[in-house]
């Protein structure tokens, strides 16, 4: 059973600052990492993937995969009201299963 | 450009009622996917199509079955609705199958009570 550990939170953290989110996986097999937002009552909606070891960056959102240890985070910075909500972290484990594995989610919130 | 597309946004059953949930994809997409998310458990892939004319079980397919009509819509139907059936249920589509890059692109969610 190929698994996704988050942890659900709530994270809180001061308008400005920086919040870390960090997921685990089982399957070292997995190849690509993908970091979702969903807003209470919504979709999820894309936020990036990473498939590299290393830092991806795009804006203010920041992901980190590091595939010997088996986890990806995620970390925006300059935190706003506006980001608050939960992140979802799901991994691919390529070859002829390219079906994704969710974890449950970490509720952030964002304190003006 | 609609994206992927869901009806109906809310729905009541009866135990032992059916049902049929339609998701429409515009971004020529090859797969599509159903998932449930209920709370505390995350999203749970149910069912999903590589491609027009193949469908394949996910993690949770009992009590449904589904639908590749043509390459832009896949529906879930629900043959005797049971109260552990209430949930929120998303469809999904991504470009290609078999791409581990690909990424899933979600529909607004049904939001199912069975009582």
């Known amino acids: 059973q190929k698994e996704v550990e988050q942890n659900s939170g709530p994270l809180s953290v001061p308008e400005g600052a920086i919040a870390s989110l960090n997921c685990t996986y089982s399957?070292?097999?997995?190849?690509?990492f993908f970091w979702y937002r969903q807003y209470s009552g919504k979709s999820p909606e894309l936020i990036m993937f990473?498939?590299?070891?290393g830092d991806k960056e795009d804006g203010r959102f920041t992901a980190q995969l590091n595939k010997a240890s088996q986890y990806v985070s995620l970390l925006i910075r300059d935190s706003q009201p506006s980001d608050s909500a939960t992140y979802l972290c799901?991994?691919?484990?390529?070859?002829?299963?390219?079906?994704?594995?969710f974890g449950k989610g970490t509720l952030l919130t964002v304190n003006p | 450009n609609a994206g992927v597309t869901q009806t109906p946004k809310f729905q009541v059953l009866k135990t032992g009622q059916s049902m049929t949930l339609q998701c429409a994809q515009d971004?020529?997409?090859?797969?599509m996917y159903w998932y449930r998310q209920d709370p505390g458990m995350g999203l749970r892939l149910i069912y999903y199509?590589?491609?027009?004319?193949?469908?394949d079980k996910g993690e949770v397919p009992n009590g449904y079955n589904v639908s590749r009509l043509n390459k832009r819509e896949f529906s879930l139907r629900l043959e005797s609705a049971a109260p552990s059936q209430t949930s929120v249920y998303f469809c999904a589509s991504s470009v290609t199958s078999g791409g581990a890059r690909d990424t899933q692109y979600f529909g607004p969610g049904t939001r199912l009570t069975v009582l």
């Open positions: 990473i498939y590299s070891n």
């Open positions: 799901a991994v691919n484990s390529g070859g002829s299963n390219y079906k994704l594995t």
């Open positions: 199509s590589a491609s027009e004319g193949t469908t």
């Open positions: 399957d070292r097999g997995s190849q690509s």
């Open positions: 971004m020529n997409h090859n797969s």
